[in-house]
């Protein structure tokens, strides 16, 4: 995602209109990824893949018709919405300027091999102009933030314009202009609450107003582990599993490049201080806590992490940031190997990125994942 939101800025820069494009009904398809997203510009490039040379000519010939404003690509009502063409999900376009639009994609016979897939389908892909999306939701996802968009796609006030959601329950936008501010709360409240489940997700609702479709961008956790040995090891060996990623650097250096691996991790990182060496794990504890670092965690016995704080105060940092460190780090597995300790780390990193107090679940009620 912070790929997309860096093609967005050159296009911007360059004064090309752009489209961006995601799934949002499959037919089939066991294996196909949905939780990507494409942009396609007035020059006709598209940038990521989605379904290959087939995916590549439908997209672009319906990003040429929002664009160019093709015959048969007409208003909605003379509302920005969603048209069709020959029966199809199809496109609108507003005064000249790209609307929202939806455009099948099927895939069959041949194909199917051609492009590696275990069976074919039907991908229905969502175009939306980025001039009707807030500025904040691509903010978001350069700083690898979580971060929601709503759309209504169908209804009386379906059209391009969103709605941007932090996970703050912050919002920008337009949308609610025509959705009115009611349904601007209960949208801003699902949001909120489909981004703190801590991953990638959509859910459509039904509002006075039309279908809503909600969707949340959490990016995977970057881990940044200060220290080395063996539960640096460990640790990558664990965070592979999750297919999420990891940096680490060691001794005086650490100090030096925390700044740039911290950046690297963005707004869903993790620091992992595993150094003793006081003149090590105070700066890079101290820079975790300048910024929003969402989990920070300390190794060491209850004595190492005392003096830390004193270190700690000393340098200025308060007794409120000192309280978001994991100290000692991890959940309590009882594990003493560098592989269970690393475990121990990982899911409680795991558990603070999708806000949960990591309790067994027998001592939980309710929906297991919501």
């Known amino acids: 995602m912070q790929h997309v939101a860096s093609v967005l800025e050159a296009a911007a820069a360059a004064g090309r209109r752009t489209l961006i494009g995601r799934v949002i009904e499959l037919k089939g398809f066991s294996t196909l990824p949905v939780d990507e997203m494409i942009v396609l510009d007035d020059e006709g490039r598209l940038h990521g893949d989605f379904l290959g040379r087939p995916g590549a000519e439908r997209l672009g010939a319906a990003a040429r018709g929002l664009f160019g404003g093709e015959p048969g690509l007409g208003t909605v009502g003379g509302e920005p919405g969603?048209?069709?063409?020959?029966?199809?999900?199809?496109?609108?376009?507003?005064?000249?300027?790209?609307?929202?639009?939806?455009?099948?994609?099927?895939?069959?016979?041949?194909?199917?091999?051609?492009?590696?897939?275990?069976?074919?389908?039907?991908?229905?892909?969502?175009?939306?102009?980025?001039?009707?999306?807030?500025?904040?939701?691509?903010?978001?996802?350069?700083?690898?933030?979580?971060?929601?968009?709503?759309?209504?796609?169908?209804?009386?006030?379906?059209?391009?314009?969103?709605?941007?959601?932090?996970?703050?329950?912050?919002?920008?936008?337009?949308?609610?202009?025509?959705?009115?501010?009611?349904?601007?709360d209960e949208l801003a409240g699902t949001a909120r609450a489909l981004l703190r489940e801590g991953r990638t997700a959509s859910r459509r609702v039904e509002t006075g107003v039309g279908v809503a479709l909600v969707e949340a961008w959490v990016p995977t956790p970057r881990v940044v582990v200060v220290g080395g040995g063996d539960i640096l090891a460990a640790l990558e060996a664990q965070v592979a599993l999750l297919g999420w990623e990891v940096r680490g650097a060691d001794g005086r250096e650490a100090v030096e490049a925390i700044d740039g691996l911290l950046d690297w991790a963005g707004a869903t990182g993790a620091l992992v201080v595993c150094s003793h060496d006081p003149h090590v794990d105070s700066p890079a504890l101290a820079a975790g806590l300048g910024r929003t670092t969402p989990y920070i965690g300390a190794m060491g016995s209850r004595g190492t992490q005392s003096r830390r704080i004193e270190r700690l105060k000393a340098d200025g940092i308060s007794d409120d940031q000192i309280e978001r460190i994991h100290r000692p780090i991890g959940l309590n597995l009882g594990g003493r190997r560098a592989s269970e300790v690393a475990l121990a780390i990982v899911a409680e990193i795991l558990a603070c990125h999708c806000g949960r107090d990591a309790r067994s679940l027998k001592d939980t009620s309710g929906p297991i994942h919501g």
């Open 82 to 184: 969603l048209g069709t063409v020959g029966g199809e999900p199809g496109l609108g376009t507003v005064g000249g300027e790209p609307g929202l639009g939806t455009v099948g994609i099927s895939i069959h016979g041949p194909q199917v091999q051609e492009l590696g897939l275990s069976c074919g389908g039907q991908a229905n892909v969502l175009l939306q102009p980025t001039s009707a999306i807030p500025a904040r939701f691509w903010v978001g996802l350069a700083e690898r933030a979580p971060v929601a968009l709503v759309t209504v796609i169908d209804g009386p006030a379906a059209g391009p314009h969103a709605l941007a959601v932090d996970r703050d329950g912050q919002r920008w936008g337009a949308l609610e202009a025509a959705a009115g501010p009611e349904v601007g």
